[in-house]
């Protein structure tokens, strides 16, 4: 798929992976909508690209919600061709630690922001793709990408819920690709290791230093805009889908 003239939802797009992908797509020529309950930020980057991007202030648990933000991409742009998952949390805590057993509310939270949420969004989304005219000769109607992470595979101490959020989105991808196969629409996930997001602002250096040196090469963290030139990749290439790439510099994630 060419990108320009496209339009995209990226959720989670104020800020990190979403704001790269945001940047990345419109680059290219193609249209965005932020979807983020940051609506400072979300505001200030759609301003700051111009009116080939709209914010809207959308909770991806919430159908109502989402439906809304997709109903008023649709007013504005007339069609939706990609839908890029990227809102997520991540708190931590062990299975059973010093205050207790993991807080029941505080996993079930995760899977909903990661899990659930991604889904809400991709199946809204993915129905008004069904509707666009094929874009050639393939029939290719649209692309999904969700974002999982290497702790879908080697998830650390502490990452119960968001492991299991994440795996999650790993299992879904190939189910959701099949299912979706007979629309021309592709879904696809990236799972990126340790990238270099607001997560680690305020981190000390030694700290941030320890975590690059686990990294097989390059000994850095990962940077947003190379996750975003993988998702562009994806994207504009037709043959790619049902698949779940690891962006990581070959690291293996381990126990703490």
Do not use: W
């Not at 193609?30 to 200030?44: H, M, P, R, T, V």
């Not at 659930?116 to 809204?124: E, M, Q």
């Not at 889908?241 to 994630?253: A, K, L, S, V």
């Amino acid at each position: 798929m060419d990108i320009s003239g496209k339009v995209a939802i990226v959720t989670g797009g104020a800020s990190g992976l979403g704001r790269a992908t945001i940047e990345k797509l419109v680059s290219q020529g193609g249209k965005a909508a932020i979807f983020d309950l940051n609506e400072e930020a979300g505001s200030a980057l759609a301003a700051e690209l111009g009116d080939k991007v709209i914010y809207q202030s959308v909770n991806v648990v919430d159908e109502a919600s989402v439906q809304q933000g997709i109903d008023h991409v649709m007013a504005t742009f007339g069609a939706i061709h990609i839908c890029v998952n990227c809102a997520g949390i991540g708190p931590a805590a062990k299975t059973l630690g010093k205050k207790g057993p993991f807080p029941l509310d505080t996993f079930s939270l995760v899977i909903n922001v990661n899990l659930v949420g991604t889904f809400n969004v991709l199946r809204l989304a993915a129905e008004q793709m069904a509707k666009n005219e094929p874009l050639n000769e393939d029939g290719n109607r649209g692309v999904i990408i969700n974002t999982a992470s290497v702790a879908a595979y080697e998830g650390q101490i502490g990452q119960a819920a968001y492991s299991a959020s994440k795996g999650g989105v790993v299992g879904m991808t190939l189910p959701i690709a099949r299912d979706l196969s007979g629309y021309g629409i592709r879904v696809n996930a990236i799972a990126p290791g340790l990238i270099d997001t607001p997560l680690f602002q305020g981190f000390p250096q030694e700290s941030i230093d320890a975590l690059s040196s686990s990294v097989l090469y390059p000994k850095r963290l990962g940077r947003p805009q190379e996750v975003a030139q993988l998702a562009a990749s994806i994207i504009e290439n037709d043959y790619i889908n049902g698949e779940c790439i690891r962006m990581d510099g070959g690291i293996r994630m381990q126990p703490r």
